[in-house]
């Protein structure tokens, strides 16, 4: 099983601010990696796709880059309607797994 | 517009059956390969089960295989998870999710149906 590890695990963070979430891979997992964010009381959203590919809808200052093992999500001039936990997952290989989540506060 | 509903969460004794069930529209059904993904009370997100289109191909996560069974009725365009023995470390919210293909992102998730395993 592929472990996926996220940092930080919890950010407080200014509004305008620009915020980066990182997610290593236990192994290799090309751009099979995709980012996903959780609002309170509220389901999943995907993000990113492989890795840095935008999503329709998704406000522009919402990016990703990476491949192999080490991937980034970069949110420039943070809103505070970001506040929400962050989650990267790998659709590389069975079983598909998930980081623990990043969540991130606005102060 | 996409939706995807999951219904049948209930309050269960350890020991317990249940059938969850995701109804889901506005894409072809039997298209797609279909999730799901729960989330134990204040933790993160783990990966369930997955189906292919047609039903011909299930996986399950080692903490589910055994008691759990993923299933759909492409003419109901519907998903089901039948949960068996269930433990206490089976309550979450059980969400239904989309995928893009088979083994790819999670394009559109239901919004959750609650499982409570306690005695």
């Known amino acids: 099983e592929i472990v996926l590890t996220q940092s930080p695990d919890f950010q407080s963070v200014t509004p305008k601010e620009k915020v980066t979430i990182t997610c290593r891979a236990s192994?290799?997992?090309?751009?099979?990696l995709h980012w996903y964010q959780q609002k309170p009381d509220q389901s999943p959203k995907l993000l990113i796709k492989?890795?840095?590919q935008s999503i329709s809808g998704v406000p522009s200052r919402f990016s990703g880059s990476g491949s192999g093992t080490d991937f980034t999500l970069t949110i420039n001039s943070l809103e505070a309607e970001d506040a929400a936990t962050y989650y990267c997952?790998?659709?590389?290989?069975?079983?598909?797994?998930f980081g623990q989540g990043t969540k991130l506060e606005i102060k | 517009e996409v939706q995807l509903v999951e219904s049948g969460g209930v309050v269960v004794q350890p020991g317990g059956s249940l059938r969850l069930s995701c109804a889901a529209s506005?894409?072809?059904?039997?298209?797609?390969?279909m999730h799901w993904v729960r989330q134990a009370p204040g933790k993160g997100l783990e990966w369930v089960s997955l189906?292919?289109?047609?039903?011909?191909?299930?996986y399950y996560a080692d903490s589910v295989k055994g008691r759990f069974t993923i299933s759909r009725d492409n003419s109901k365009n519907s998903l089901y998870l039948q949960m068996n023995s269930l433990r206490a470390e089976d309550t979450a919210l059980y969400y239904c999710?989309?995928?893009?293909?088979?083994?790819?992102?999670?394009?559109?998730w239901g919004q959750g149906t609650l499982v409570t395993v306690s005695s």
């Open positions: 192994q290799s997992i090309g751009s099979s």
């Open positions: 999710a989309k995928d893009i293909r088979f083994l790819g992102y999670f394009d559109y």
């Open positions: 997952h790998q659709s590389s290989s069975l079983p598909p797994t």
């Open positions: 492989y890795a840095s």
């Open positions: 506005g894409f072809t059904f039997d298209d797609y390969a």
């Open positions: 189906i292919s289109w047609d039903g011909g191909s299930t």
